[in-house]
């Protein structure tokens, strides 16, 4: 069974351009330290605690804010330390936790979470991470059992999580104890053929022994995910609705939740597969449907750019070449220095080109009164039209592995996906960098390899 992640849709590709500008969000009033973090006021929140007394509780805060930075590493020895000054910090288990489900270790993670639970039950929060974890340690009831607590806490001040716990456990009460996202296949599977188009890729898939359909194959999306047409066609029955977060627009849109009895793609068929929807024109125009590639998770998973196929195997990958990723809703985050500046870059074979956040391009000196950098069109998404996009001039991107020059990317607004996937995104790793590798994924070791 594949890694189940299913509260979250995100589906980052940007596709075609567009002229609609998108609108921007006043900014958070003063309010708590918590409350700052939950709106994802990062900045007011640093500045609130440089003149706060020194605690467990701020200290675990301070880690709070270097998680949130993309820093894991530096809110690792701040949660550390707050336990040490006091073990009865929740905020400090809780950033343990999160920094083990970040590295695909369900059952640390979940132990962490009940720790802060057991601290400070009334924090909802902590129940929508601790269903997560079960959920990736495929402990079904225990994910149920924290998503009612959720719930039943009702946090009205964090509506796109309660919405999406609430499908949650919709999709839950339909499923009951069955199994669900069941992969069947050989243990090493023929290659599936990849065709090269508008700097995507696409493959065949068939749907309930229907087909085939062309599917883009998307490392960037939390799920995989029909276009609305496609699920009428079908004659599918929805179990429920959530949130789809993407590039453009305001970020998200609605998305039903349906359930394929069969998926089959090549050599490998996953049974009772809950599934997404869109309905963007744009990307209706390319495809029947996305494939969210953590489906496949039991394997590891190639994506062969230069032999134009996926690979599947359950033999583990080079350790020679092996990079560290971070694992967030179905999705890996590469750390990269981009000329020189840190960041967390989405590995994403559904993204035309790579793109970096404006903060990043501002940190590099580019900002919209730099002459020449903006550019008076979007891009489109599934969230909609993307608005502000800036040009970066020739970027380096450096791996602990490899150095790839691109001549020129742009950069566009990706304060939306931060808030959702918990950490600051810094760019998208697109077409024009993946497009010379094979492209390896192991996501239970949360790891990629690039090799050619």
Request: net charge neutral; hydrophobic share 40%; charged share 20%.
């Amino acid at each position: 069974m594949s890694i189940r992640h299913l509260l979250i849709l995100l589906a980052l590709t940007p596709v075609l351009p567009s002229s609609t500008k998108a609108q921007t969000r006043p900014a958070a009033p003063g309010i708590s330290i918590a409350d700052l973090l939950l709106k994802d006021d990062i900045q007011k929140a640093e500045q609130a605690l440089q003149s706060a007394p020194r605690s467990a509780e701020n200290i675990a805060f301070q880690g709070e804010v270097e998680f949130r930075k993309g820093n894991f590493e530096k809110a690792k020895s701040l949660y550390q330390s707050a336990i040490q000054m006091n073990e009865k910090t929740a905020r400090a288990h809780f950033g343990m936790g999160k920094l083990a489900l970040a590295k695909v270790k369900g059952k640390d993670a979940l132990q962490s979470f009940k720790r802060a639970i057991e601290l400070e039950p009334s924090e909802p929060l902590y129940h929508f991470y601790a269903s997560q974890a079960a959920d990736l340690d495929k402990n079904t009831a225990e994910s149920k059992r924290q998503l009612e607590e959720y719930v039943r806490l009702n946090p009205h001040d964090d509506a796109d999580r309660l919405t999406e716990a609430k499908a949650g456990l919709a999709l839950a009460a339909a499923f009951g104890s069955k199994e669900y996202a069941v992969v069947d296949g050989p243990k090493e599977p023929q290659p599936i053929p990849l065709r090269k188009a508008l700097n995507l890729i696409f493959t065949d898939v068939k749907i309930n022994g229907k087909g085939p359909y062309n599917f883009v194959v998307d490392t960037g999306a939390s799920q995989t995910a029909l276009s609305q047409k496609l699920a009428r066609d079908l004659g599918l029955g929805v179990i429920t609705s959530t949130i789809m977060h993407g590039v453009g627009g305001s970020g998200k849109v609605d998305s039903k939740i349906y359930r394929l009895d069969r998926l089959q793609l090549g050599e490998i068929s996953v049974k009772d597969l809950p599934v997404g929807t869109f309905d963007d024109p744009l990307v209706s125009q390319l495809a029947d449907g996305i494939i969210g590639t953590s489906m496949l998770a039991d394997y590891v998973i190639t994506i062969n750019y230069p032999d134009s196929r996926i690979e599947l195997t359950h033999k583990p990958a080079s350790a020679a070449d092996s990079i560290p990723v971070w694992y967030f809703s179905n999705m890996l985050l590469l750390p990269t220095d981009i000329n020189n500046q840190h960041g967390n870059l989405i590995v994403d074979t559904g993204a035309i080109t790579t793109v970096f956040s404006l903060e990043i391009a501002n940190a590099l000196g580019i900002t919209e009164k730099t002459p020449g950098a903006k550019v008076d069109m979007g891009l489109g998404g599934v969230g909609g039209a993307q608005g502000t996009v800036l040009m970066m001039p020739r970027v380096t991107l450096k791996t602990v592995r490899q150095s790839e020059t691109l001549n020129s990317a742009l950069a566009i607004d990706l304060k939306d996906i931060s808030k959702m996937l918990g950490t600051e995104v810094s760019g998208v790793a697109g077409f024009d960098f993946l497009q010379n590798y094979k492209l390896t994924l192991d996501y239970y070791k949360a790891e990629i390899h690039l090799s050619k």
